[in-house]
């Protein structure tokens, strides 16, 4: 089955810690999204990427960084200097176009230690 | 800043009435726009886009945009409890030279269909 896969569900972070979020895709989609959730928010964008070993910062991009080395694969790294990184972060791809809808992943859930 | 701006809720309505949702946003050169639900814990999940004038009916759900009034709204028919979740509207904002287009999303309205 195609679609959006993420991992950890569950992650904890300590203190000074950076740590890593998988995203995986098999839609065969160019574009790629991470978004952050916050309790009772809408969705932020953090990075994007329309094409391999390219990427574009979002409204929230301090405290996070991103590769994209492979189509299939947009990790996002949540740096030690997000001091608040506490969220539901979620992966999206699309085809490129403005007409394109995004479709997700089912999430990864960041906490502090 | 560009805005998607949507009421927050709770919007209860009962088993079997019509849900309507609205959604009003800033950037007049947007051409796409979608509805997700996402129900508590859960991703978004894609239920509608329009992207012209007038409305586009899938089943129980009824998209309307007027580009004019910089309007969206969703309309459910015969809401189910199961409908119950939040309800995402996302508008595009491209960026014409670079020929990205990202998502704007609004904070979302919570619908609570009541058995």
């Known amino acids: 089955d195609g679609g959006i896969t993420q991992s950890p569900k569950y992650l904890f972070r300590k203190e000074g810690q950076n740590v890593t979020l998988s995203c995986e895709q098999n839609?065969?989609?160019?574009?790629m999204y991470w978004y952050r959730q916050d309790p009772g928010q809408g969705l932020r964008l953090i990075y994007y990427?329309?094409?391999?070993?390219?990427?574009q910062k979002g409204d929230i991009a301090e405290g996070y960084s991103v590769s994209r080395e492979k189509k299939e694969s947009f990790p996002l790294t949540v740096t030690s200097a997000q001091k608040n990184p506490t969220a539901f972060y979620l992966c999206a791809s699309s085809q490129t176009g403005v007409s394109q809808p995004q479709h997700f992943g089912d999430g990864t859930r960041l906490s502090i230690l | 800043q560009k805005e998607v701006e949507q009421n927050s809720g709770p919007l209860s309505v009962p088993e079997g009435a019509i849900a309507s949702l609205n959604c009003t946003y800033s950037?007049?050169?947007?051409?796409?726009f979608f509805w997700y639900r996402q129900y508590s814990g859960k991703s978004p999940e894609l239920i509608m886009s329009i992207y012209s004038n007038g409305d586009k009916e899938d089943g129980r759900f009824t998209a309307q945009l007027n580009k004019a009034s910089q309007y969206v709204s969703l309309l459910i028919r015969d809401s189910q409890p199961s409908d119950s979740a939040t309800y995402l509207c996302?508008?595009?904002?491209?960026?014409?030279?670079?020929?990205?287009?990202?998502?704007?999303f609004g904070k979302g309205t919570m619908l609570l269909v009541s058995p």
């Open positions: 950037d007049r050169v947007s051409q796409s």
């Open positions: 996302a508008v595009n904002i491209g960026t014409v030279n670079s020929g990205y287009s990202t998502l704007t």
């Open positions: 839609l065969n989609h160019d574009a």
């Open positions: 990427s329309q094409i391999v070993n390219d990427f």
